[in-house]
């Protein structure tokens, strides 16, 4: 992902100095500490973990003025994390050296509202992408729906509102 990204912003001009990427997870902070960015991208990640504090706190300690979340979330209005468990086995599952039991590992989908939360809680305002205009354009004859997305139809989870994406910006003091 982080090749495509580079490709794309150099096919775009964008000079190779004004850019970096740096791959890291929540559970390897010593990658990050100390490191300034201007944008932290969360992509695929926040309801992987229970740890939901320390990764809002970690994104915030980097400086960056906005944080790009993309993910599961529980489909409610209410903020909760609704708890659940991951089996290890799946490459894109949660994981950790401690908390599995029985190849399983305890997670939290968070829902929008509690993003909201925990984006405020470290200085972030918080916004949702509206999905709805560009699911229009891309799918102008589907039929609203009315049942849990499936594997098969990844845009149907932005439909749904299984999954979103979001725009924390740091708040000005």
């Given at each position: 992902m982080?090749?495509?990204?580079?490709?794309n912003l150099t096919s775009y001009g964008v000079d190779g100095s004004r850019f970096s990427f740096l791959v890291s997870d929540m559970n390897h902070k010593r990658?990050?500490?100390?490191?300034?960015?201007?944008?932290?991208?969360?992509?695929?990640?926040?309801?992987?973990?229970?740890?939901?504090?320390?990764?809002?706190?970690?994104?915030?300690?980097?400086?960056?003025?906005?944080?790009i979340l993309?993910?599961?979330?529980?489909p409610t209005d209410a903020p909760v994390i609704a708890l659940m468990q991951e089996d290890i086995s799946h490459h894109a599952n949660g994981t950790s050296a401690e908390g599995v039991i029985g190849g399983q590992i305890l997670v939290g989908h968070p829902s929008p509202s509690a993003l909201g939360l925990l984006c405020e809680q470290v200085g972030f305002s918080f916004a949702l992408v509206?999905?709805?205009?560009?699911?229009?354009?891309?799918?102008p004859e589907a039929e609203p729906l009315r049942r849990l997305p499936s594997a098969g139809d990844p845009l149907a989870d932005y439909a749904y509102g299984s999954r979103v994406t979001g725009l924390a910006t740091r708040r000005v003091l």
């Open positions: 982080v090749q495509r990204a580079e490709e990658n990050v500490q100390g490191a300034s960015f201007d944008v932290v991208l969360c992509l695929g990640y926040f309801y992987h973990t229970l740890n939901h504090m320390a990764l809002w706190q970690l994104m915030a300690s980097t400086g960056a003025r906005h944080l993309d993910g599961t979330v529980e509206d999905w709805g205009p560009i699911l229009q354009k891309l799918r």
